[in-house]
């Protein structure tokens, strides 16, 4: 699963989604990702254009990722921090695993990678190359497998408390009808001191119930965007006292029907890292001109392999 629709055809229902609760949402989506799409051409808005070129070992990590995997990949971002070697990995709505794949690569043979998804089709993308492709990476056994199961409900998969050091999500925490458990998973499932690494779309303005209702920005993305400083608030809620933006970029709503829809609404691709460090971070930085000079050399863009040097 993953949060762009295509240019084939929207569900049939008239157009607006069926609010009857969480099941008429997972079947919407599981359509759109499972049946609609075909592949990352068939897109409507630039929601699932990657918020920044990602970091060069990550683009080359990607060139041993299997053709069909990156071909069914629709994410809106690149949630894929440096420095993760021998962590334990989760992937949240993994849909066809790219992530999952090059987190494979990053974590090295002793570490874990576990994808979850709940779309079929999108399943038997990531499991069919699994095995082939750590053999690829010269792994005496796989370092990565995927799950079926809904992201508010990893508990209900079998994830238990505390027994992963970082989770990721492309774009799909929006497709969720209860982000709010969705932020308290992520929590409970963290060990102390890790982190949730994710992109995902989000609004300038709390969106009304037309645009909510409407298939296919639903499929795009575009209808369960949190307004931002809603998002803030839960976050905070689940424990994550100091949710940081790590990177931004405007999504463009190119169909001239959709953008009238949407009217003057702003959307952006956001990749966030929320850590789970109760009584550890206040709510807000403490921002007086202070500077740390780190006295080493640091090969990777993303902050997260400063841990190690700390």
Same mark, same amino acid.
């Given at each position: ?6 240019? %084939? ?14 099941? &008429? ?13 075909? +592949? /990352? ?14 970091? *060069?070992?990550?683009? %080359?990590?990607?060139?041993? #990722? ?22 334990? #990995?989760?992937?949240?709505?993994? !849909? ?16 874990? #990678?576990?994808?979850?998804?709940? /779309?079929? @089709?999108?399943?038997?993308? &990531? ?24 992201? @508010?409900?990893?508990?209900?998969? !079998?994830?238990?408390?505390? &027994? ?5 999500? +492309? ?13 308290? @998973? *992520?929590?409970?499932?963290? %060990? ?30 575009? &209808?369960? *965007? ?30 001239? @029907? ?12 956001? /990749? ?24 080493? #050399? ?13």
């Amino acid at each position: 699963m993953s949060c762009c629709n295509g240019s %084939a055809k929207a569900p049939t229902s008239g157009g607006q989604l069926n609010q009857d609760g969480p099941t &008429s949402t997972y079947e919407v989506v599981q359509d759109y990702y499972g049946k609609v799409l075909g +592949n /990352t051409r068939d897109l409507k808005t630039s929601a699932c254009t990657a918020s920044g070129r990602p970091h *060069a070992h990550i683009i %080359a990590a990607m060139k041993k #990722v299997p053709e069909e995997v990156m071909d069914k990949f629709y994410g809106c971002g690149a949630p894929l921090p440096l420095g993760i070697d021998g962590l334990r #990995v989760l992937d949240l709505g993994s !849909g066809s695993g790219r992530d999952s794949y090059v987190c494979a690569q990053l974590v090295g043979e002793q570490g874990q #990678v576990t994808g979850i998804d709940m /779309t079929p @089709e999108q399943l038997k993308v &990531s499991q069919r190359h699994a095995d082939a492709y750590c053999q690829q990476l010269n792994y005496k056994k796989a370092n990565m497998h995927f799950v079926e199961g809904h992201i @508010e409900y990893l508990d209900k998969a !079998g994830i238990a408390d505390k &027994s992963f050091d970082l989770v990721i999500s +492309n774009c799909v925490v929006n497709l969720s009808p209860d982000k709010k458990r969705v932020l308290q @998973e *992520a929590y409970r499932v963290l %060990a102390h001191g890790g982190e949730f690494y994710f992109s995902d779309v989000y609004c300038d303005r709390r969106l009304p119930q037309h645009v909510k209702d409407h298939e296919v920005l639903w499929g795009e993305c575009i &209808s369960g *965007a949190l307004y931002i400083e809603d998002f803030k608030r839960l976050a905070r809620d689940a424990g994550f006292a100091d949710p940081r933006v790590l990177s931004s970029a405007r999504i463009d709503v190119t169909d001239p @029907e959709l953008s009238q829809v949407v009217g003057n609404a702003v959307f952006h691709s956001i /990749t966030y890292r929320l850590f789970k460090l109760p009584e550890q971070l206040e709510s807000l930085c403490e921002d007086y001109g202070q500077v740390a000079v780190y006295k080493v #050399v640091l090969h990777c863009r993303h902050l997260l392999c400063w841990r190690k040097l700390c």
